[in-house]
């Protein structure tokens, strides 16, 4: 979004000052379980979805326990992961929405318009700025419904009073084992972080990891500059779990500032971005500035814990220049697609 005076804002409650008045009480952190849900065709309705949990045996997670939502999962070595702010502000909401849900579907995931195909990789989507009014529109997306679980489905365990937020689509191949949201305590705009854990195997020695994937909405404007550095180190705690093999946190940042450029190296966060072919911006050229208002940046970016024996992928953009039937942008924002594998292991010839 703008970094000032943006359109977005006048939908949002007033920000709180850098400085906090000294008589206001402080919000707590709020973490809390979801569960995940998919749907079932032989009940015709979404239902939640047993995960196992972090079970613990010292600190050996336990992965013996007899345990299953849909059968066997496939073992998975590799997910795609996209990241998309689909703007809460413009209207015609459930038009945007389909767009861009079938942009992902057939252009970016190549998974055919009949929905003939998985996605493959399995991929994890992760939404930010989904109106509430249009959560009933997604769960009735038929592509949605046989390929993906959802987390959550509902607004009730967004942060009080959010008129949007974030949602995440899982793969129903892939193996969730918790998930959990956290809602910002040092925020006045209704922020959280959604993150999904998910096993994934090594294929060549079946060794197991547990990965986090936040997707997260980090404050906006200036007055939210103090906050940003917090929210963010918040997420990435979910990457460094003594249960957890690191992970992704991706979303968009609001990075508007030059302090803002080094938000994840200063947490300890790898930028996937490595420059090169373009500058990397994903909001600024459509939408709502319009006529370059404000200057273009890339407030949409993808972090992960460096060092963990998985490779990331340099993002590319998705959502350029897509457009509703009607004419109108889907989104302000560029969306990032990239890919995570869990490394092979190294030969130990001489």
């Known amino acids: 979004m703008p970094m000032v005076n943006g359109r977005k804002e006048e939908m949002r409650q007033s920000a709180r000052s850098d400085e906090p008045d000294r008589d206001e009480p402080v919000i707590p952190n709020s973490l809390l379980r979801l569960r995940p849900y998919r749907f079932r065709a032989s009940k015709q309705s979404w239902k939640h979805i047993v995960t196992r949990g972090l079970k613990e045996k010292g600190r050996e997670i336990d992965y013996d326990r007899d345990w299953d939502y849909e059968k066997r999962k496939v073992p998975c070595s590799a997910v795609r992961i996209i990241t998309w702010n689909i703007d ?23 998974c055919g318009k009949e929905m003939e195909r998985a996605p493959d990789p399995p991929c994890i ?56 949201i956290l809602h910002f305590g040092l925020s006045s705009m209704q922020r959280a972080a959604l993150c999904v854990k998910v096993r994934l195997t090594q294929i060549v020695t079946n060794d197991k990891y547990v990965l986090s994937f936040v997707n997260t909405h980090l404050e906006s404007l200036g007055q939210g500059a103090l906050a940003r550095p917090k929210q963010l180190e918040m997420c990435s705690r979910f990457l460094r779990l003594r249960e957890v093999h690191g992970g992704v946190v991706a979303g968009d940042m609001n990075v508007i500032s030059e302090e803002d450029q080094t938000l994840g190296k200063d947490v300890g966060l790898v930028d ?3 420059g090169g072919h373009d500058d990397g911006h994903t909001w600024g050229y459509q939408g709502g500035n319009e006529g370059g208002k404000y200057p273009p940046g890339r407030l949409d970016r993808i972090y992960y814990l460096g060092g963990m024996g998985y490779k990331v992928e340099e993002p590319r953009k998705i959502g350029v220049g897509v457009t509703t039937r009607g004419g109108g942008w889907v989104s302000d924002h560029y969306g990032l697609e990239t890919v995570l594998h869990i490394a092979k292991p190294r030969s130990n010839s001489a």
Request: charged residues 30%; glycine residues 2%; hydrophobic residues 45%.
């Open 125 to 180: 989507i992760m939404l930010q700025e989904v109106r509430d009014t249009v959560l009933e529109r997604l769960l009735a997306d038929e592509w949605v419904k046989k390929w993906f679980c959802i987390v959550p489905i509902t607004r009730e365990k967004w942060p009080e009073d959010a008129q949007y937020g974030n949602i995440t689509l899982v793969s129903r191949t892939l193996d969730i084992v918790e998930c959990q």
């Open 272 to 274: 996937a971005w490595r």
């Open 88 to 110: 809460m502000v413009s209207g015609s909401h459930e038009e945007r929405l389909n767009a861009a849900l079938r942009h992902i579907q057939v252009d970016v995931l190549k």
